[in-house]
């Protein structure tokens, strides 16, 4: 799947969407993948990188691949998303040739 990665790098432009209730049921959209699970971290891949949630008792509640669907209940402490590395190589590269 990496192979079809939009080379913008920008998971704003990707299709998904991350939906907590109460930091104890969240609702992944967009999730065409899950790489890791573990009761305090939940690694997933969207179309433009990964989503970390973590958290305590975590556990997927629902997979529904048909519609890039994960439900998750436990509590959500935070949510990360990582930044490709061609992006964050552009903006290293960008910020040492000011000035």
């Not at 920008?10 to 998904?16: D, L, S, T, W």
Request: glycine share 12%; net charge negative.
């Amino acid at each position: 799947m990496a192979g079809n990665m939009p080379e913008t790098g920008n998971i704003a432009k990707a299709p998904h969407s991350i939906h907590t209730d109460r930091r104890n049921k969240t609702v992944v959209t967009g999730v065409t993948d899950v790489c890791s699970f573990h009761d305090t971290e939940i690694v997933l891949r969207l179309e433009n990188g990964h989503v970390f949630l973590t958290g305590q008792g975590l556990h997927i509640g629902k997979l529904l691949p048909d519609e890039n669907r994960l439900d998750v209940d436990g509590q959500i402490d935070s949510i990360v998303y990582e930044t490709p590395k061609k992006t964050a190589g552009r903006l290293f590269s960008w910020l040492g040739n000011r000035g």
